[in-house]
């Protein structure tokens, strides 16, 4: 059974840092690229990283670029997403989602979720 | 950056009807175009992928169909558990950025 979990979501004061973590299991975790999503408290989802099987591509929606960082270590089955400069507009359930393939661009395995709130 | 436009944004229906949804895309994206179901407080949940193909284990009452610009999403015969809100996603032009549509959320009359 595919299992996607995501950690690392708390509160955070603007211009901070946080760093969320997702741990895969129930697939073979490098033979899939992999995403982040997140929707903001009553609002629609927003696609915000993508990153290849091996780690070698990476694309940012153009409202995180320069600030996040996604990342993976396939040894141990897990996705990271470094943000920095973060602001009251990053305020969001932050999703882990399977690629359907290498290079599909869709996602069809949801881990449940880190709440990430950005305030003062 | 390719747009979607999808419509409604909010649909009442009563159980057993059928229940239409369309996206429309800023741009040709062929047929890359998925549908996902969103219910409270849980996670999104791929159901037509590719414009019309359902995925496994989807009741058949689900149907996606449309290429290029436009495209449908219908429910044949609306069932209580279908209460949700629906997304479209397009990826067509890559590399990312992928998009998604604002939704339809979805009520029993």
């Known amino acids: 059974e595919v299992q996607l979990v995501e950690s690392g979501g708390v509160v955070v004061q603007p211009g901070g840092s946080l760093r969320l973590s997702c741990a895969a299991s129930?697939?073979?975790?490098?033979?899939?690229?992999m995403h982040w999503v997140r929707q903001a408290p009553g609002k629609g989802l927003e696609w915000v990283s993508l990153?290849?099987?091996?780690?070698?591509?990476?694309y940012y929606a153009d409202s995180v670029k320069g600030r996040f960082t996604i990342s993976r270590d396939n040894s141990k089955n897990s996705l990271y997403l470094q943000m920095n400069s973060l602001r009251a507009e990053d305020t969001a359930l932050y999703y882990c989602?399977?690629?359907?393939?290498?290079?599909?661009?869709?996602?069809?395995?949801w881990g449940q979720g880190t709440l990430v709130t950005v305030s003062s | 950056d390719i747009q979607m436009t999808q419509s409604p944004s909010s649909l009442s229906a009563s159980v057993g009807d059928r229940v239409t949804i369309t996206c429309q895309a800023s741009?040709?994206?062929?047929?890359?175009l998925n549908w996902y179901q969103q219910k409270p407080g849980k996670a999104p949940k791929l159901l037509i992928y590719?414009?019309?193909n359902l995925e496994t284990g989807v009741p058949s009452r689900f149907s996606g169909s449309g290429s290029g610009t436009d495209f449908t999403f219908t429910i044949s015969s609306l069932q209580p558990e279908d209460i949700a809100t629906y997304y479209c996603?397009?990826?067509?032009?890559?590399?990312?950025?992928?998009?998604f549509g604002q939704g339809t959320r979805l009520e029993i009359k």
């Open positions: 989602a399977k690629d359907r393939d290498s290079s599909a661009y869709y996602f069809d395995y």
């Open positions: 129930g697939f073979t975790f490098d033979d899939y690229a």
């Open positions: 996603q397009q990826y067509d032009n890559l590399p990312p950025p992928i998009t």
């Open positions: 590719d414009a019309s």
């Open positions: 990153i290849s099987w091996d780690g070698g591509s990476t």
């Open positions: 741009q040709d994206i062929s047929n890359y």
